[in-house]
């Protein structure tokens, strides 16, 4: 065997091993392509199941007639949640994930506020078109934010 015949092995051996793993870096960027639509779609999952929450905890407070505080409890914690999930989708715009934060920092910091009915109501509408993936969700939580007092209690 010559020295030539001996590269030639060598530089065979090496295509197919560059071939071989060029292969499995595909089939790995592919497995983790699927991977994080995977998780994408459990986060989406998630966050609606949140919002459901919400507009439920919203609907038991609307009818309640008693344990207001309990009530309200849930709803915070429920929107809390839902904004959580809704700043790991990435298929949320920056206004977007915005708008829900807003959303979980009105019922947070302006509880006086908020437990109107009339905003409490307002805040139901929300939530159900933000869980149909409607635009006009994110129109009317901005609308919802814009009409408290930020100054008040």
């Known amino acids: 065997m ?22 499995a870096l595909l089939i790995f960027i ?12 459990t986060y989406r999952e998630q966050f609606n199941a949140c919002l459901a929450h919400t507009a439920d905890s919203v609907e038991s407070y609307l009818d309640a007639e008693g344990d207001w505080e309990l009530k309200y409890r849930r709803i915070l914690s429920d929107i809390s949640s839902a904004d959580s999930f809704a700043f790991l989708l990435e298929n949320l715009t920056q206004e977007q994930k915005i708008a829900v934060n807003e959303l979980h920092t009105i019922v947070l910091k302006y509880p006086e506020q908020m437990k109107e009915t009339e905003r409490l109501e307002a805040l139901l509408q929300t939530v159900s078109d933000l869980q149909e993936n409607l635009d006009k969700g994110f129109q009317e939580a901005e609308e919802l ?4 007092d930020k100054k008040g209690h």
């Open 2 to 23: 010559t020295q030539e015949h001996i590269m030639k092995k060598k530089m065979h051996l090496a295509f197919w091993l560059f071939g071989i793993a060029f292969i």
């Open 30 to 41: 592919g497995l983790y392509i699927d991977e994080t639509r995977r998780v994408q779609k």
């Open 145 to 148: 934010v814009s009409t408290i």
